[in-house]
């Protein structure tokens, strides 16, 4: 039996983070938001913003703000990150509106469902 993967740091995922193009500091807000959502689709958090606080280090007002924006956006549904970020054509596309939505930037108008 194969053990488990490990999920990835935090220290990991932003530096992931960036070389998307998602942020370009480590001491942004939006880097945060997009390390949460990253970071719970992979296993490194749980959906739990003490968790999420503890574990990461960042701001326990700011991890529950954007919390409760991934929550009202429906990208968290049932314990699960509902998302299609894996598509060729448009996952990075996703990956970004759900970070704007994490943010509380933008909101999405239409119900998602993973491919």
Known sequence: MADKQKPPSVAELEKRV??????????TKSLQAAVILLGAALGTFKQSITDISAKSGYNLDHVRSVVRNIRINGIWRGGKTVCNWGDKEFGGMEFACDCACARGWIRLVVSRKRK
């Open 18 to 27: 960036i070389r998307m193009g998602m942020a370009t500091r480590t001491d």
